[in-house]
């Protein structure tokens, strides 16, 4: 299934030739030693991901009390002025992360969007989509400089322990 969200993501990938990928597969490399579990094991997948999470406005003064409640604009991505960037992010395993963005921060938890925190959301559709991507960490900073969402950075997330990204 497929939503603006996802179409914005290829479009873009597309137009800067980016590769999209329709799946995700990869290896298992165990560790040398039949003793060692768990630390050494590397998951090598094909490629990460990006998501993105856009506001639908069909209402102006809605649109105009989230910039206000939040404190920032942005510009919308479609011209019919109806899709607005809220939050990118990259992600190996994209769908818990999103839902992540929605709730309160759990204490000692990884960062995000606390979406559920602003009102003038509610009164919004809200939607996402993600892409697997070639180059995902540089695809989702492309995002950042040229379409700047409402909420968050590019910087770096945690680190990757156990998994490997092959492209």
């Known amino acids: 299934m497929s939503n603006e969200a996802t179409a914005f993501l290829t479009k873009v990938a597309s137009i800067e030739r980016y590769t999209v990928y329709t799946n995700l597969s990869g290896d298992v490399v165990f560790a040398d030693s039949e003793n060692m579990v768990g630390a050494e094991t ?5 490629s990460g991901s990006v998501y993105c ?7 102006k003064s809605d649109i105009d009390s989230l910039f206000e409640e939040v404190g920032y604009t942005v510009h919308s991505i479609d011209s019919k002025h109806s899709l607005y960037p809220i939050y990118y992010g990259k992600d190996i395993y994209p769908g818990s992360r999103i839902a992540d963005h929605v709730r309160p921060r759990k204490a000692g938890g990884t960062g995000n969007a606390e979406l559920e ?5 509610r009164k919004l559709k809200v939607i996402f989509g993600s892409i ?12 950042h400089s040229k379409h700047k969402p409402l909420l968050g950075t590019s910087r770096a997330g945690k680190k990757l322990i156990d998994t490997v990204v092959d492209n």
């Open 53 to 59: 999470i856009l506001a639908v406005v069909t209402c």
């Open 117 to 121: 925190k602003i009102k003038a959301l």
């Open 42 to 46: 590397k998951v090598h997948v094909s």
């Open 132 to 143: 697997y991507v070639e180059n995902y960490l540089e695809f989702e900073q492309l995002l």
